[in-house]
């Protein structure tokens, strides 16, 4: 079993930053890709950027490629993501999500999920 919590969202102006945080309990963290997914208002929930257990593969959905860096602590069960050049659109619940079976970039392919930290860039 796998519990994730996120923190570090909150409110800021467009151009601005965030880095959200992740933490994992359970032995599994370092064996797993971990990836983040947002949802925004009215929308789906969207793939945003993966890692692989070892961080040697690394993904970003377009729209965020350039601005936002994904990044992992095995040492201290913690997923991150810098948000940077932050814009309204960015606005979202983020959802950070372990232990995939599948396609990486795919939210069904992941069995275990935070509760989400919301995000909101004022314009």
């Known amino acids: 079993q796998v519990q994730l919590v996120e923190s570090g969202g909150g409110l800021v102006q467009a151009g601005g930053s965030l880095r959200l945080s992740c933490t994992a309990s359970?032995?599994?963290?370092?064996?797993?890709?971990m990836a983040w997914f947002r949802q925004g208002p009215g929308k789906e929930r969207e793939f945003v950027a993966y890692?692989?257990?070892?961080?040697?593969?690394?993904r970003y959905t377009d729209s965020v490629k350039g601005r936002f860096t994904i990044s992992r602590d095995n040492a201290k069960n913690i997923l991150y993501l810098l948000m940077d050049i932050l814009r309204p659109e960015d606005t979202a619940v983020y959802y950070c999500?372990?232990?995939?079976?599948?396609?990486?970039?795919?939210?069904?392919?992941?069995?275990?999920w935070g509760q989400g930290t919301q995000v909101t860039v004022s314009s």
């Open positions: 999500a372990a232990d995939p079976s599948g396609i990486l970039s795919n939210a069904a392919a992941y069995k275990y």
């Open positions: 359970g032995r599994t963290f370092s064996a797993s890709s």
């Open positions: 890692m692989t257990s070892d961080g040697r593969i690394i």
